[in-house]
């Protein structure tokens, strides 16, 4: 149980083009969905966090405008990386955490976007 | 400001022997803890975690954590390591006070040599 997944697992996109990963929560509703980056050998940096129904809070530093998040269900979160740029060229994780009593975050298997 | 120390960027330890990831923790209160390992260009997956109760938890794939609150640690221990243990392991700390969002370690990079 608590599998989440991520499409595509790898991209490859030009400058100035936008491009959507999908998370999914498999087998369990999803009321919190966060979207994290990682840069190679460091550790996960978050940049929003979704409640399904609602806006994305994100941290500071993250322009919303630029990476837009969509948690339209309680299994599905999006992130479009719009007019993307190589510093865009990351390791994009998304977690998922299911209602209730549910203290762990479940993560997908990553999305690697690279920006030629 | 809250924050999740690992103090070893990597761990050597032969194989069959005991090994240890440290982890400590600065948060106010009392937070949720967490161990999470990373595979090569995959996602991270759910080790073990401490929420409240026995100070040693045990988790997936043999591993446990103590939770030493007057010490405000909580390292990752394994009595005989596996070359398969090989990865990048991470500590997060939720704070009590969050939205469910985690403060997370720099990660250790673990290595079981054969």
């Known amino acids: 149980g608590a599998v989440v997944s991520q499409h595509p697992s790898r991209v490859i996109c030009k400058s100035g083009t936008s491009v959507k990963i999908e998370c999914r929560s498999l087998d369990f509703q999803a009321t919190t969905m966060f979207w994290y980056r990682q840069f190679p050998k460091q550790s996960l940096m978050l940049m929003a966090t979704?409640?399904?129904?609602?806006?994305?809070?994100?941290e500071q530093g993250v322009e919303k405008d630029k990476f837009l998040i969509n948690h339209a269900s309680l299994t599905l979160s999006t992130l479009t990386v719009t007019s993307a740029h190589p510093e865009d060229s990351s390791f994009y994780i998304c977690?998922?955490?299911?209602?209730?009593?549910?203290?762990?975050?479940?993560f997908g298997p990553g999305t690697r976007l690279t920006v030629t | 400001a809250q924050s999740v120390a690992q103090p070893e960027d990597q761990v050597n330890v032969a194989e069959g022997n005991p090994l240890t990831v440290k982890c400590t923790y600065s948060v106010s209160g009392n937070p949720y803890l967490f161990w999470y390992v990373q595979y090569p260009n995959r996602g991270l997956q759910f080790l073990l975690k401490y929420i409240t109760g026995d100070n040693l938890v045990k988790g997936s794939y043999g591993f446990e954590a103590e939770f030493n609150k007057s010490q405000t640690s909580f390292h990752l221990k394994k009595p005989s390591a596996l070359v398969s243990d090989s990865a990048l392991y991470f500590c997060?700390?939720?704070?009590?006070?969050?939205?469910?969002?985690?403060?997370w370690g720099a990660g250790t990079k673990l290595i079981i040599k054969p």
């Open positions: 997060a700390v939720r704070p009590m006070d969050s939205n469910y969002q985690l403060i």
């Open positions: 977690s998922a955490r299911g209602a209730g009593g549910t203290y762990e975050q479940y």
């Open positions: 979704s409640n399904e129904g609602s806006k994305a809070t994100y």
